[in-house]
């Protein structure tokens, strides 16, 4: 069988050449760079799907972003670049997939640059080998005619190569030492993999995702509009004038919360960059990790943390806020009454952390995010502080489940908060 780009090609594709292609997209969206979003999936899904079906005209920015993303028909693509920032990120995975050992001789699932037209091939050393060696490769079982007759190798019918006894005897011979060497071998990965998740240390068991990460880091904060009316002559300081002039400031918790996660990015070499709320794009969170700070007043965190297991709550006038576990009925457990609370000075709060691969972009995502200002700080020092994480660290299974979220507590006395411990912990 040969699989020519899809751009070349005038006539339909064959039964056999439709069904290899949708068993090799399977296999791609199977693997580790596509399994955690439901985004790049569907993208890559939609437009092979839609060229195996003849219907490329349709594979444009506009439509692609309708059909897939659910954008109005006339939404702004300048201004929206959902589609452009999907395909690139797909181009990267899929390069990133035939780059790994074993991928070789399997049909190749490609998509140009500047198109949305995914073309399809087969490598040439699957045409000049063996079938047996493209099948042991993980490419679908191809007939051996569509193989070996298209490179000018005769096909002959399996009985005409029987295997002398010669040669059967030395496979029969290292069949079960060599059963015996894999399992071996099996046993030692799994063990290593063992001792390296027990003993990675705390940063890294969180931060890992982010300082190994090589797109850009941008910290989501909150800014707050206020006015300056206040100034003094350069002459005689003694004189006060009012000019009024318009700044934005950010709350002394929420940047004591980024100071002490920088020092971490920092430590590990990964520059970063600060964005208001105002101004975070989903450009912006779709070109590297980012770090959400800050709960109600932040609605890029309430909007990613509301399919999560532990969400946020309050009440119409905001006297009660809360944390609650979505997958548990009855009220919640970790709640603050404010301002009662408040007025007492000493009491309970709590945060959410959470780190997670968005499935809208891909990225690793970091909540940094409490009830009050305050456990929003208390948040930020748990994740500097080793101490800290190790808590979280030992509540982790060691199965490969990577996404996590915990609910955590502090004591606030005189407005200030305590050292924080983990309430909760949920990984998938």
């Not at 399997?106 to 060696?133: C, K, N, W």
């Not at 290593?192 to 990675?200: F, L, M, N, P, Y």
Request: with cysteine; aromatic share 8%.
């Amino acid at each position: 069988m040969n699989l020519d780009s899809a751009n070349a090609r005038t006539a339909p594709f064959s039964a056999e050449e439709r069904a290899a292609i949708e068993e090799q997209l399977e296999r791609v969206l199977e693997n580790r760079h596509f399994n955690h979003s439901r985004r790049f999936p569907a993208f890559l899904r939609f437009v092979v799907t839609r060229t195996l079906d003849g219907d490329t005209d349709q594979l444009k920015e506009r439509t692609l972003g309708v059909e897939i993303f659910g954008r109005p028909a006339d939404y702004d693509t300048s201004s929206d670049p959902i589609v452009r920032v999907t395909a690139a990120e797909i181009r990267k995975r899929i390069a990133q997939y035939y780059q790994e050992p074993g991928h070789e001789q399997e049909p190749r699932i490609t998509m140009e640059v500047g198109s949305y037209v995914p073309q399809f091939a087969l490598p040439s050393t699957a045409q000049v080998g063996s079938p047996h060696d493209v099948r042991t490769a993980g490419a679908p079982s191809l007939p051996l005619a569509a193989t070996e007759a298209e490179a000018g190798v005769p096909v002959a019918p399996v009985a005409q190569r029987p295997a002398s006894a010669k040669t059967r005897q030395p496979l029969r011979s290292l069949w079960r030492p060599a059963v015996l060497a894999l399992a071996v071998l099996f046993v030692a990965a799994g063990l290593v993999a063992s001792w390296r998740s027990i003993h990675t240390s705390p940063i890294e068991f969180f931060w890992g995702p982010i300082l190994s990460s090589q797109d850009p880091v941008s910290f989501c904060i909150v800014e707050q509009r206020n006015f300056s009316g206040l100034a003094v002559d350069a002459d005689d300081p003694s004189k006060q004038i009012i000019n009024k002039t318009e700044m934005y400031t950010v709350n002394l918790q929420d940047a004591a919360a980024v100071v002490n996660i920088s020092g971490v990015l920092h430590a590990g070499g990964k520059k970063y960059t600060l964005k208001a709320t105002d101004s975070t794009t989903m450009s912006d969170v779709s070109a590297g990790p980012t770090i959400f700070i800050g709960a109600f007043d932040n609605p890029w965190t309430m909007r990613l943390t509301h399919g999560l297991r532990f969400r946020f709550g309050n009440d119409p006038q905001f006297t009660h806020e809360w944390i609650y576990d979505s997958s548990r009925p009855g009220p919640p457990q970790w709640f603050t009454q404010r301002p009662a609370d408040e007025s007492v000075n000493d009491y309970r709060e709590y945060a959410l952390i959470a780190r997670f691969v968005d499935p809208d972009t891909g990225q690793p995502t970091i909540i940094v995010a409490g009830i009050g200002q305050a456990s929003t700080r208390a948040a930020g020092e748990f994740l500097a502080n080793p101490s800290g994480l190790a808590q979280l660290q030992r509540l982790a299974p060691h199965d490969g489940r990577k996404n996590l979220e915990a609910v955590l507590s502090t004591q606030i006395i005189d407005g200030q908060a305590g050292e924080a411990k983990v309430e909760a912990a949920y990984f998938w």
